[in-house]
């Protein structure tokens, strides 16, 4: 497997530089914005940092760990062992009690005790590629070896289980693909 490691700059917005806590979980994702190029997400993303904290436009912050293309090719955007902003917000009653405080204590979130992966779509159904796919699996599988995690089923989770948001769309509107994607891993 091949990653390029294309680590964004540090900034307040998309590469905080905290550490990250113990991995408790992989959260998949998709883009949201169809045909949209792996190195133009991690762009994207990287052009976060430009916002202007002190005036008054309000401000994103966004990032995942790892964005995966239309061909299968990985770019590592933050490295594993730091937070990246991608599983904020309201949490689903499942995930107040999967992540415990990370989802009640306002100082803390899932982010900081998972890996975001992102994935690129042609359309939008937010179909991924056979290739997609196959690339996230690979690398879901090493980063769960690595880290001895033995069952996908209790550490890999959609951004809607943890959000109720419609991501990733294609493994909210099909379930059984989502199951079937976790039993090849």
């Known amino acids: 497997m091949l ?24 959260i998949v994702h998709y883009v949201g914005n169809s ?14 940092k430009t916002q202007n904290a002190a005036d008054s436009t309000p401000d994103r912050s966004a990032s995942a760990h790892y964005v995966i293309g239309f061909r299968g090719e990985i770019i590592q955007c933050i490295p594993e062992n730091e937070v990246a902003y991608h599983c904020g917000g309201i949490y689903t ?20 005790c998972t890996i975001g ?3 690129c779509h042609k359309d939008a159904t937010g179909q991924p590629s056979i290739v997609t796919l196959s ?14 995690i033995h069952s996908p089923m209790t550490a890999l989770f959609r951004h809607y289980d943890v959000t109720g948001k419609d991501c990733p769309k294609w493994f909210v509107a099909h379930p059984d693909a989502w199951l079937d994607f976790i039993d090849s891993i």
């Open 135 to 148: 690339s996230a699996r690979e690398l879901i599988r090493d980063i769960f070896q690595r880290n001895k």
């Open 3 to 26: 990653i390029a490691e294309m680590h964004l700059t540090r900034n307040q917005f998309s590469r905080p530089g905290r550490a990250l806590d113990p991995l408790k979980a992989v």
């Open 93 to 112: 009653p499942w995930a107040r009690e999967y992540f415990g405080e990370y989802c009640t204590n306002p100082r803390k979130s899932p982010n900081l």
């Open 117 to 119: 992966i992102e994935l």
């Open 35 to 48: 045909g949209q190029a792996a190195d133009r997400v991690r762009a994207y993303f990287e052009g976060l």
